[in-house]
């Protein structure tokens, strides 16, 4: 269960590095955006943050 939810959290990382990289944006501007601090950006693509608390996909 626990490596489970590490390698989903790998793969969340990754989809939100690339996502971000496609559209052109750098880790300060995404924070910007999202309105959220540069350091949860980082923990967000490095796999830092265990559990993310993220709202539901529309």
């Given at each position: 269960?626990?490596?489970?939810?590490?390698?989903?959290?790998?793969?969340?990382?990754?989809?939100?590095?690339?996502?971000?990289?496609?559209?052109?944006?750098?880790?300060?501007?995404?924070a910007?955006?999202?309105?959220?601090?540069?350091?949860?950006?980082?923990?967000?693509?490095?796999?830092?943050?265990?559990?993310?608390?993220l709202?539901?996909?529309?």
């Amino acid at each position: 269960y626990n490596n489970t939810r590490k390698m989903s959290r790998v793969k969340l990382a990754e989809k939100i590095k690339k996502r971000r990289e496609k559209i052109g944006l750098t880790q300060e501007a995404l924070a910007r955006k999202a309105n959220i601090s540069y350091n949860t950006i980082i923990k967000l693509e490095t796999g830092g943050i265990k559990d993310p608390d993220l709202p539901p996909k529309n």
